[in-house]
């Protein structure tokens, strides 16, 4: 079979994440937005680690890092160490069941956040509660949907 | 990071990666923007007719107001002239609108579609209809990003209309208002004091209403009074600003504007 280039979709999936990431909601669901980049980041990483890495992830936290008008770096050193984990880990993570994988990820996003927050807590903007961890639930419970989702995304594309 | 934080060398980087950015937050915006269309184009004819009315006299006691500003403009004019210091020219403004684009939430920042194309530069002041917004804080090819004067990284010169005491105010992010720092406790600050832009410092153009005092206490022990400001821009409701380009003769003072009114 003649071998396709179709990582454009994973761009897209990129592009759709800073969207969703970017998107007006009201207040009370913005606490709760899921972290759209981590989780796309976690599952290129997982299924194309050859492809997608630490580079990628990194370049895509910079980019966060100007849509938010955040610290340039900020998103990216958080992004780098959750693709920096996954890829190390990708060979297990992948043979576990989707709810093994949702606190995996859970876990992954909360060391994310917490070190956003961390820097943010140093140029002297800290918490105000607890509530920056919120994101952890709502990307846990999203994980097996989006799982299947880019799957099929990656499978239709026929990218491995 | 640091770098970021401390230096300006990577502001370049950022208006450039902004451009790459633009197309995203330009496709997040669009369904508001067709959604604010639809509404617009749907609207019943009698309530435009009567937004219409409206409006008209409206504008019509904006245009009585005027004619008395411009007499008072001419005769302060005269007035400078006769004590020789200098004239002050109008700013020039330029009107920009709300990207619904949401932003870090530990900082109070929007995106605004104006940039660097319009000749939108950092530290630009920005106003809506009743006071002062914020500043420009980083500035891309076609947008903007703006910081709110409730942001606790923002301060801005301020002066008591009642009584012409100075101070500066600073952002409280938390509590979406504004405090002011130092103010000895012998100085003649009410409640419900109006503030206004000072101008000190040459960044923000002298004169614009920016808050009104809330809250005056003085804890015995303390050497300055605690003075809470509400904002009295629409900080949450805006969707259109003006930016605002101060006269020159204004800026000319401080050679350093970047560094005036951010802490």
């Known amino acids: 079979m003649v071998k396709r280039h179709n990582y454009w979709i994973v761009l897209v999936t990129f ?7 970017a998107m007006p909601l009201p207040d009370w669901i913005t606490v709760w937005r899921p972290a759209w980049v981590a989780m796309v980041v976690i599952y290129w990483s997982m299924a194309l680690p050859q492809r997608v890495s630490i580079g990628t992830a990194w370049f895509l936290g910079i980019l966060l890092d100007v849509l938010q008008g955040s610290l340039l770096g900020q998103h990216a050193i958080g992004l780098a160490i959750v693709a920096y984990v996954t890829v190390k880990l990708h060979l297990q993570i992948r043979q576990h069941p989707l709810y093994q994988q949702s606190l995996f990820v859970g876990l992954l996003v909360a060391v994310y956040l917490s070190l956003i927050v961390w820097v943010n807590g140093i140029i002297g903007r800290p918490p105000q509660s607890w509530s920056f961890l919120m994101p952890v639930i709502t990307s846990m419970l999203l994980w097996p949907w989006l799982f299947v989702i880019l799957r099929d995304v990656r499978r239709r594309a026929l990218i491995s | 990071m640091t770098v970021d934080r401390k230096m300006d060398y990577l502001e370049t980087v950022r208006s450039h990666l902004s451009s790459v950015v633009y197309p995203i937050q330009y496709l997040v915006n669009l369904p508001v923007k067709v959604g604010d269309w639809m509404s617009e184009s749907l609207e019943a004819r009698e309530n435009l007719l009567k937004e219409n009315a409206k409006l008209k006299a409206q504008n019509l006691l904006l245009k009585t107001h005027t004619q008395k500003y411009q007499s008072l403009a001419l005769e302060n004019q005269r007035l400078r002239g006769l004590i ?4 002050r020219q109008g700013e ?3 009107v920009a609108d709300f990207m619904a684009v949401e932003q870090e939430s530990s900082s109070h920042k929007f995106i605004l579609n104006k940039g660097s194309k319009n000749g939108v530069y ?17 500035v891309g090819a076609s947008s903007s990003t703006g910081m709110m004067i409730t942001d606790s990284e923002h301060a801005i010169p301020v002066e008591v209309v009642r009584s012409g005491v100075r101070a500066i105010a600073t952002g409280e992010s938390i509590r979406q208002e504004m405090r002011l720092d130092y103010v000895p406790p012998e100085s003649d600050i009410q409640e419900g004091d109006l503030l206004v832009s000072s101008g000190l410092g040459g960044h923000f153009p002298e004169g614009y209403p920016v808050g009104k005092v809330s809250e005056v206490s003085l804890h015995p022990g303390d050497n300055f009074m605690m003075i809470k400001v509400q904002p009295v821009a629409n900080l949450a409701k805006a969707r259109e ?3 605002v380009w101060p006269s020159v003769s204004d800026v000319d003072i401080e050679s350093d504007p970047g560094k005036v009114a951010t802490r």
């Open chain 1, 15 to 21: 592009i759709v994440a800073l969207m969703l990431t």
């Open chain 2, 241 to 243: 600003v003006l930016l």
């Open chain 2, 122 to 138: 950092i530290g630009q002041p920005i106003v809506d209809s009743s006071g002062v917004m914020g500043q420009v804080v980083h």
């Open chain 2, 84 to 87: 020789e210091s200098p004239i």
């Open chain 2, 92 to 94: 020039r403004v330029l």
